[in-house]
């Protein structure tokens, strides 16, 4: 069976998005609609006439809406096979009418549970019963049924009905891949929380995954190595796998690694700032009230290095931000931000050698007070390590001034910021700022004292009256008397090593702040 025209259709979603642009798409087709509450009811109110399946079946809803649909005249008329003459004839006999189309989303369970105020009962409720029913038994009669179970199918589905009459066996298959995929995906929530809910542990014993591919790429790390993109299907928020791509060439593997690096530390500013990545590392980082002047400075930081990097900015890129990021003999591989005015677009899309060469990728709104939730991944091979993301502000209240000296309000507000950054780059990280921007970056080095040499060298001059911040502890003094020997005056660091008592004999000889976290962060 190739062409099947829709006549009868059963709708029950509780996403309403897209509802009745389909539905009336429907209606308008010949089609005739079975829904049931908050959804016949938003059809009802929008002029699109709907059956009710509780008048269909000859039996109410029940149990609190528990049993709406779970009944033989809804799924007999989704799982009878139409080349079977005895099941036409049994449907036919029960007064049960074929269905040639299901839409039905199911109940927000994962984002239910992914709130703090959540309780175990509200999420019990959330545990859909009925759509995964019917979206298993349409999928597995996919032959005969259409089965649609996200808004973002819907325009395609309506085209292919507007121009053929009906859905291909093509269509059809893919729609049904994709519903138990996201039954699979469903199931696999609930049941890590109930895991969760009942050891305690927030590893599950077992993990099973479910991403999306959402781009194949040109080539992985090198080009000798193929790639692609996957995401999580209920990813929200600023990321890379919700971000849309406005401009430019194919992203590449080591561009979206280099955008995940310079995204997620944008996104560690509340004012504007602006992030330079190079190679998985930040090369330049700036904040200022505008986002011009935070570029600028950014790329300051170490221009050398910012030439064909990805950058990231947290706010919407501007007429006078383009302009100063289009200036003559600066290159940028990508751009990532919440959005672009129309006036930098053009100017990001036309001026000479940019048009051609920069990509241009938009997030989306920022969210106030949002965190990063879930897992951070990493590969080894034949396994998988799992943990949370570093995120989130550190506590201050667990800071400690070790030094004679305390921290100017200068100084302090430059501690803070170095701290930001030097969490996003790779161990041993040491970064040097000043005026709320990055002037010397040590990262990737098997011992510290190199990285302080190398973050002096690079800053030069700018070195003095700069603050300095470390991702992990120092073992010896040898790196404190660098950094007062380049004009740095003042540290923060973690602490934590046996000794401590030399780096902070260091910067009270040297005249240093130092002020211990409490808490490392490495990025290896």
């Not at 060469?357 to 989306?364: D, H, K, Q, Y």
Request: glycine letters at 8%; proline letters at 4%; aromatic letters at 8%.
């Amino acid at each position: 069976m190739d062409l099947v025209r829709i006549q009868n259709v059963v709708i029950s979603v509780s996403q309403k998005l897209g509802l009745t642009s389909l539905a009336r798409g429907l209606h308008e087709t010949g089609a005739t609609i079975f829904s049931t509450g908050g959804t016949r009811r938003t059809l009802l109110d929008a002029g699109i006439p709907a059956v009710e399946v509780a008048e269909y079946t000859g039996f109410p809803e029940m149990l609190d809406g528990r049993v709406k649909t779970l009944h033989p005249k809804v799924h007999g008329g989704i799982l009878a096979r139409r080349d079977l003459a005895e099941h036409m004839r049994a449907i036919e006999a029960h007064q049960i009418r074929p269905f040639d189309m299901v839409v039905v989303n199911l109940y927000p369970f994962e984002q239910t549970v992914a709130r703090a105020d959540c309780t175990f009962a509200k999420a019990i409720e959330n545990i859909d019963i009925g759509g995964p029913s019917m979206i298993r038994s349409a999928a597995k009669n996919h032959d005969a049924v259409t089965v649609v179970t996200d808004p973002s199918q819907y325009a395609g589905v309506l085209e292919e009905l507007q121009q053929h009459g009906g859905t291909s066996i093509a269509t059809r298959r893919r729609l049904a891949l994709e519903a138990f995929r996201l039954t699979a995906h469903y199931d696999r929530v609930i049941a890590t929380y109930f895991a969760n809910q009942a050891t305690g542990d927030k590893f599950p014993q077992e993990l099973a995954l479910s991403f999306h591919r959402k781009l194949v790429l040109r080539y992985g790390e090198n080009p000798h190595q193929q790639a692609a993109f996957y995401a999580e299907p209920s990813i929200h928020g600023p990321s890379l796998a919700t971000a849309r791509q406005l401009h430019g060439k194919e992203l590449s593997y080591n561009n979206l690694l280099d955008l995940e690096s310079a995204l997620v530390l944008a996104l560690e500013f509340d004012e504007p700032a602006a992030v330079v990545v190079k190679h998985n590392n930040p090369c330049g980082v700036a904040s200022h009230e505008q986002l011009s002047r935070a570029f600028l400075r950014a790329y300051e930081g170490d221009p050398v290095s910012a030439f064909g990097c990805v950058m990231a900015l947290n706010r919407t890129v501007d007429e006078a931000s383009a302009a100063a990021i289009t200036e003559p003999g600066r290159f940028i591989e990508a751009i990532i931000a919440p959005s672009f005015s129309e006036a930098a677009l053009k100017l990001l899309t036309t001026r000479p050698t940019w048009k051609a060469n920069v990509r241009l990728i938009e997030f989306g709104e920022l969210q106030n007070g949002s965190t990063v939730t879930g897992w951070e991944y990493r590969g080894v091979r034949g396994g998988l390590l799992v943990q949370t993301f570093d995120s989130g502000p550190d506590p201050q209240s667990e800071w400690k001034v070790m030094t004679r000296r305390e921290p100017t309000s200068a100084e302090l507000d430059d501690l803070r910021f170095a701290w930001r950054v030097v969490k996003h780059v790779r161990s041993n990280a040491i970064v040097l700022a000043k005026d709320r921007m990055i002037i010397g970056v040590g990262a990737g080095q098997m011992n510290r004292v190199e990285s302080v040499a190398i973050a002096t060298r690079k800053a030069g001059e700018k070195s003095h009256g700069s603050v300095l911040g470390g991702d992990a502890f120092f073992p010896f003094r040898d790196g404190p008397d660098l950094a007062a020997a380049a004009g740095v005056t003042a540290i923060i660091q973690p602490g934590g090593s046996k000794r401590d008592e030399d780096s902070i004999r260091s910067c009270d000889e040297h005249g240093l702040a130092m002020i211990f976290t409490g808490r490392r962060h490495f990025r290896h």
